[in-house]
Structure formats: C-alpha cells, structure tokens
C-alpha cells in the first residue's frame, strides 16, 4: 500500500499497531509533494524538517503508548491560521512576511491532539474569492484537471486532500469556502454551525460569517477532525458555550436502516435557479433518489427569501472586511512602502500594493456601504433580511431534518474562465451562501462525475449544532454511493 493513499481512520489504526511509522507516513506525503505540487501548487509553505521532527515526536509518544486522537497524523493548514513561529500569509503581498507569535485555537487542539502539521495551504487572499484564482503568490490547479480551479477560497487545502499530499486538512468557510472546493476536487467538507469551532487565531475576513472546519476524504474522517477542533474557547467572544458530542458516534452503530424516518427538504425556491449545469441537475436527481432508497422522506420545503441572499452577503462580508482589513496600514506590520513623503502617502501606497484586485475591490464596497447616508440603505437594510433568512431556516427545520441542495451551480471550471467577471464568479456560491447567513452547518459529499469527469458534491444543511445529523446523513450517502474511483491519478 502506498501510505499517502491512507485516510485519517486508516493511518490511526496502522500507526496504533506499529505496522507504520509516523516518520514514514510523513516523508511519503512530503515525497509526493515535492514530485507532484510543481503542477498543482497546494501549497503556499512546506517546513519538510519541521514536519519530520514532529513526526519522530509522535513516533515517540506512540511507543509508549500515550497517543492523541491525531498523534503522527499529518493535516494541512489554510494559510489563514496562526501558527507560531510559521508564516502566515494569507496569500496576500501585505503580509507576506509575517510570523505570528502565537497558535490559533483550532491548531493548538490540533497540536494537542498529536497531528503534525505538514504545511499552508494556497487560497484566495484574505479568503476573498470562489477560485483560488486571487492568490497574490500563485493559482492553484484542480488535481483532476490542471486547466480547472479547484474552487475557492480554501481551494489549496481541497487540492492537498485530493491530491492525496496529507490525511486532512482544514479550511475556512465565510460564504462556501469549504463546501464548493470540496466538491469541485471530490472530497468531503463541513461547515460548522456558527460558534461551534474557536475563530480565535484566524485572520478574519467577515467576522460574522467566518467559519473553521475539515477537509478530509471520507465523512467518517470528518467526524474525527471534528471531535479535535470543536468546543467552546474563552478567548473567542463568538464561541459557543454549549457541549461538544462525539462526532463519531453516529457512526458506530450505522446499518442500512439508520437513515429511516429522517426528511430531507428541497427548497423550492433552488431549483428554479438559472445557470444550473445539466450534470449538476442529473446528479442531483440521482442523489435524491439514493437518499430515498435508504429510507429519506423527501419534501419540497420554501425558503422565501432566498433570492435575496446573494445581495444582501454582498453587503455585509465586504463591510465585515472593510472593517477588518482596516489594521493593515503599514504601521504595526506586515508590508509598508517606503518611497512614501508623508503618511497619508504611505497608507494609499501601501494598500494598493499590499491588497490584490478582489480585496480592494471588496473593502471600497464595504466602505461606500459603512459611510454616512448609506448605512441604513445597505448594511441595516441587508441585515433585517439576514434575519428573515435565519427565520426562514428555522421554520424549514420544524418540517425536515435536514436540507438538501446542490454545491455550486456548475462543476469546476476552466482557470481564466470567469475571473474577469465577479458578477459570476459571486453567484457560484449560490447554494452555499444561506448557511453562513443563518449560521447552520453544512456539509459537501462526493456525489459522482460531470461529463468531462470532473467531481460535483451535494450539499445538506441542517439546524443549528445538528451536525451530527449531517455526519449520519453523509456518511450513509457516501457508503450507498461508494464512488469508484476516489481519487485523481496525478
């Protein structure tokens, strides 16, 4: 067997019974790295010797049989996280160079838990994007086919998983972040609820709507990364305090009877959204009647406002970030033009080299729309409908256990192809953007291929902290389907 196939379950198991070594599970996916992310550029930072000495750690602890969930498993990192003494860019000019001194939450648990991490994954800079075409460092190809994104923004980390180059990855998830690369590379990705993973030591974009979650293989994979990353954190003020379930249970016990009795509502109001590829539509369809075979009840719920939530996402994350984005003015750190005669010089100067195209584009919308006379016509306004959507959300929940959607209107598509049109480019996260407006988890799963043999996810939402139900849904989606061929073959 080739140890970089091994999924988080698998390499768990090999690693407890000391048939494998951490250190060698280690070189094997820095090995392929170095062979095949030339082509693929998943990767925005590689520390191989770093890497390899936390490996000979865990190899250690697993000898004396003090292991973590995670001890001696290699996971990857959107370049979004702090990590200590590693740099964290977020693919952006303005801090190319910066080192933070300390770990965001999510990557201490990691830590704690044993994993190694391998390296930083490539995304749209400061998260702004569905392609990870806007990148200031590189663009990142779709291991499937390099011609195609492998969507955006945590398109490095979907890339790595699917590339077979680590066991898991995580990623973030402000408006489809996780969920569409996910399903345009053929892998498994969950957005938590809101407050459900620590946002503390993540560079915020829109603090509202960002989220931390995993990008793994297999939805069983999934539930592990979510047992380490999730729970509440005192230093985030946006954490939820309420208790942490074993994700994994849901699991233990499944058969082909456990999906009986659930309902999977289908918004009306999706499908007669325009643009929708035909394959997307065909496997779709298909997916809804795999659900039906294991016992799914489906039913055709509304969600009435969902033709505002496009629009009214476009007002509050750009405003989010506006206000966010705002520290960055060569002052405390990251990057300063020196060329400058005087201050207001040096912010102009710094910001317009520093941002790339999306993020200054991004921050005047959300200035334009925080300034006066404009507040209440654009971000009061696209709040109160932000709180029809939550009361949408919740009113659908009352009569299903979950919904069920497509990811993205279309499968990956070619890189170029629609980064001259942000228009288009923002209404590829069509399906996605409602879960983060209400704040519910969501979840991609490999749902089968397009004509041209690209990967198309499905989508399923559930209620607030109910993701266990998406676990138990995926995981019995996934089994029913058992995809032949997982993986691209780079």
Same mark, same amino acid.
């Given at each position: ?59 250690? /602890? ?42 965001? #939450? ?31 460092? /590189? ?24 590339? /077979? ?78 208790? #942490? ?14 999906? +009986?009795? =659930? ?50 996402? $476009? ?32 912010? +102009? ?28 016509? $654009? $971000?009061?306004?696209?709040? /109160? ?38 228009? #288009? ?11 983060? =407006? ?30 266990? #139900?998406?676990?138990?849904?995926? $995981? ?15």
């Amino acid at each position: 067997m080739d140890l970089y196939t091994l999924t988080i379950k698998q390499a768990r198991q090999l690693l407890d019974n000391k048939e494998i070594s951490s250190k060698e599970l280690t070189s094997a996916l820095l090995n392929r790295i170095e062979e095949h992310d030339d082509g693929i550029k998943a990767f925005i930072s590689i520390d191989r010797d770093l890497a390899l000495s936390e490996a000979k750690k865990a190899d250690e /602890q697993i000898q004396a049989d003090k292991a973590g969930l995670l001890t001696g498993i290699p996971i990857a990192l959107k370049d979004l996280l702090c990590t200590k003494g590693m740099k964290t860019t977020c693919a952006s000019q303005i801090l190319a160079d910066f080192v933070p001194q300390y770990d965001a #939450t999510a990557v201490s648990k990691l830590k704690e838990s044993g994993a190694v991490i391998i390296g930083k994954t490539n995304m749209d800079e400061f998260a702004m994007g569905s392609s990870t075409e806007n990148s200031s460092f /590189q663009i990142t190809a779709n291991p499937w086919d390099n011609d195609y994104v492998p969507g955006g923004s945590s398109g490095g980390s979907a890339a790595a998983v699917a590339a /077979q180059f680590c066991c898991g990855a995580i990623g973030t998830d402000t408006g489809g972040s996780i969920r569409q690369p996910a399903s345009h590379c053929g892998v498994v990705g969950l957005k938590p609820t809101y407050g459900r993973v620590s946002r503390f030591g993540l560079v915020s974009y829109a603090s509202s709507l960002d989220q931390i979650g995993p990008i793994t293989r297999t939805v069983e994979d999934t539930a592990l990364l979510m047992n380490v990353i999730s729970g509440y954190d005192k230093s985030d003020s946006t954490s939820a305090d309420v208790g #942490t379930p074993d994700f994994t249970k849901a699991l233990d016990l499944f058969d082909k009877e456990s999906l +009986k009795g =659930m309902t999977a509502g289908i918004p009306k109001e999706y499908l007669s959204v325009e643009g929708i590829d035909p394959d997307v539509e065909k496997i779709f369809n298909e997916s809804k009647i795999i659900l039906e075979d294991l016992g799914v009840e489906l039913k055709e719920i509304c969600l009435p406002h969902s033709e505002y939530v496009v629009a009214a996402y $476009y007002i509050i994350a750009p405003c989010e970030a506006s206000s966010n984005l705002a520290r960055y003015d060569g002052v405390k750190y990251g990057f300063r033009d020196t060329g400058s005669q005087d201050l207001i010089e040096m912010y +102009k100067k710094t910001k317009s080299k520093g941002f790339g195209q999306e993020v200054q584009r991004r921050i005047i919308i959300g200035t334009y729309s925080l300034s006066a006379g404009y507040y209440d016509a $654009y $971000y009061g306004r696209a709040s /109160q409908v932000r709180t029809l959507i939550m009361d949408d959300f919740s009113k659908a929940f009352e009569n299903c256990d979950f919904i069920l959607s497509p990811v993205a209107p279309t499968p990956a598509f070619k890189i170029g192809e629609n980064i001259d049109d942000p228009l #288009t480019m923002y209404l590829s996260d069509i399906f996605t953007l409602s879960a983060n =407006m209400a704040g519910v988890p969501g979840i991609s799963v490999p749902a089968g291929y397009s004509s041209s043999g690209l990967p198309i996810g499905i989508q399923m939402m559930a209620n607030r902290f109910d993701e266990l #139900t998406l676990i138990k849904a995926g $995981y019995g989606f996934e089994q029913a389907l058992c995809l032949e061929s997982k993986f691209p073959k780079i």
